[in-house]
């Protein structure tokens, strides 16, 4: 199954087969295990590259989405939107570190700017602070 874990503190990170791909829908790599950024101040976006310490992640509540029944095995697409989120297709879980599953389901859309006010999910708010990312 494609797992993503909702760091506290930190990064997505993801695993099971995935395709990450740019916003321009290239692919950029088909890894088994990524840490993705989801604060918003990686200068290695889409990948996580430490700056999350100082971004205060870890005081805000996480949301939870649609619960579906367990999903088949099979490719998890993961492509950035260019300024905005990361779109996942594909069957895929999204868990916390203690294993409480926020969603899962086969189409979501995950905050990468570090200011959704429904994290871990895009609620537009990039939008508002001109969150700029390719
Ligand atoms: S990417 Fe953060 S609100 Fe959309």
Redesign the pocket.
């Given at each position: 199954m494609n797992v993503i874990v909702v760091h506290a503190d930190g990064p997505y990170h993801c695993s099971g087969a995935l395709e990450l791909r740019s916003a321009d829908s290239r692919i950029i790599a088909t890894p088994s295990e990524a840490w993705l950024c989801r604060c918003g101040l990686s200068r290695d976006k889409p990948y996580c590259d430490g700056s999350h310490a100082q971004a205060g992640l870890a005081a805000e509540p996480l949301s939870v989405g649609s619960i579906e029944p367990e999903q088949g095995a099979g490719v998890l697409r993961i492509r950035t939107r260019k300024d905005?989120?990361l779109k996942l297709e594909g069957g895929c879980e999204v868990r916390t570190e203690d294993g409480k599953v926020l969603l899962r389901g086969n189409e979501t859309a995950l905050?990468?700017?570090g200011?959704?006010k429904r994290k871990p999910f895009?609620?537009?708010?990039?939008r508002e602070v001109g969150?700029e990312a390719g």
């Open positions: 905005g989120p905050c990468r700017c200011s959704s895009c609620d537009g708010t990039h969150f």
